[in-house]
């Protein structure tokens, strides 16, 4: 296979096959951009359908890596990896063990930690074998995306609305996993009104009894008349079947990949829905993971966090002036970014 006429490959400079048969890793690490600090970007495990179907989910991941950290105001290039297959339990430890010895392979170019698939205690197994995988650190990542939402819903409430207060205000959040139900605790503590569900009932009624929130069904929760709808559970809920049932105006959430396909984006633009770019208000947990690479205190995590509203407000405006969704304005300003990172940036090695 040609990788360079791959529809996802966007100049990847490195693309790494492991293979490791005594424990049965079959991993990808694609590092996007490879400047003068690390690569970063989590590892993630999956049954995938192939070999193909891995190696679009590492391309298109570690693209996105790169263009969270220049909008986050950090100065790594991305990166992904992807280990094909979860395996049976009693292969688990000997398959982590190996891909920590795989990250050794980079020498510290290429920093991961935990993604979808993977447990804290695999990153502990990869730790016995490498110093290059980043851990919880002074703020759990989850924490730090719960924030950066939070951040992130009051400045489109101030672009949109003319004030970005949460008193009184009703945010539909969907998901309560680690960053819904945390995300879900703050927006009640600024006096917004919630509405939540998750797949989980027991998540659901968890949080019912805890916050006093109300809670829907799965299936009603991006209908709901709210000023808000923040997608943290599952990509692609911006699709054509729920656009039309969205009532809130602001969409900002942590989940990946939000927009099914780049046409949505300009679908709400058109329903005067403003969009949070999902990369840059879900940045909070590569900002968390950076502080603990870099060794950095808890107000440092807090400054670049209270960065990620002027970062969106930029975008809005941009969007606004040049009459682009703000998803593309996102992208352009972003490619921008990292187009001047790039040539100063780059590595000798
Ligand atoms: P999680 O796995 O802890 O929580 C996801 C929750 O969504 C689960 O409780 C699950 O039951 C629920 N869910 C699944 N399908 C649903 C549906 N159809 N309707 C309602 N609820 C549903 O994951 P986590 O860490 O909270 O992440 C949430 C999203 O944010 C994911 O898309 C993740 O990729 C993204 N994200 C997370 C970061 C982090 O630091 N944890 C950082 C950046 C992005």
């Known amino acids: 296979m040609n990788l360079r006429k791959h529809p996802d490959f966007d100049k990847h400079e490195e693309i790494t096959f492991f293979a490791d048969p005594a424990s049965g890793l079959k991993a990808i690490v694609a590092r996007h951009r490879i400047w003068n600090s690390p690569s970063v970007g989590g590892c993630r495990m999956r049954d995938y359908a192939g070999e193909d179907e891995a190696l679009a989910d590492v391309l298109r991941l570690s693209r996105g890596m790169t263009y969270k950290s220049v909008m986050a105001g950090l100065d790594y290039g991305g990166a992904k990896a992807v280990i094909l297959g979860v395996p049976p339990a009693e292969r688990r430890e000997a398959l982590f063990r190996a891909m920590g010895r795989a990250v050794n392979r980079f020498r510290g170019g290429f920093r991961t930690g935990v993604d979808v698939g993977l447990t804290p205690e695999d990153v502990e197994v990869m730790k016995t074998e490498t110093r290059f995988v980043a851990g919880i650190g002074v703020m759990a990542p989850a924490e730090a995306t719960a924030l950066g939402v939070q951040e992130s819903i009051k400045a489109s409430l101030a672009h949109r609305l003319g004030s970005g207060h949460l008193r009184g205000r009703r945010v539909a959040v969907q998901g309560l996993g680690k960053v819904g139900r945390r995300l879900a605790e703050l927006l009640v503590a600024d006096g917004a009104r919630v509405v939540a569900a998750d797949v989980d009932t027991k998540s659901a009624e968890d949080a019912r009894r805890d916050l006093g929130i109300e809670i829907v069904a799965p299936e009603l929760i991006h209908a709901q008349a709210a000023e808000v709808y923040s997608p943290c559970a599952l990509g692609a809920v911006i699709n054509d079947a729920s656009l039309g049932e969205i009532q809130a105006v602001v969409v900002a959430g942590s989940a990946n990949n939000q927009l099914a396909e780049a046409r949505h984006g300009a679908a709400l633009a058109e329903r005067g829905i403003l969009y949070a770019p999902d990369y840059i208000a879900n ?31 930029r975008v809005f405006e941009r969007a606004e002036a040049l009459g682009l969704p703000t998803a593309e304005a996102a992208d352009r300003l972003a490619g921008e970014l990292i187009a001047e990172a790039g040539p100063g940036q780059r590595s000798a090695a």
């Open 283 to 313: 940045a909070g947990g590569l900002i968390a993971v950076a502080a603990d690479l870099e060794d950095k205190r808890e107000d440092w995590i807090w400054q670049k966090l209270r960065g990620l509203g002027p970062s969106l407000t």
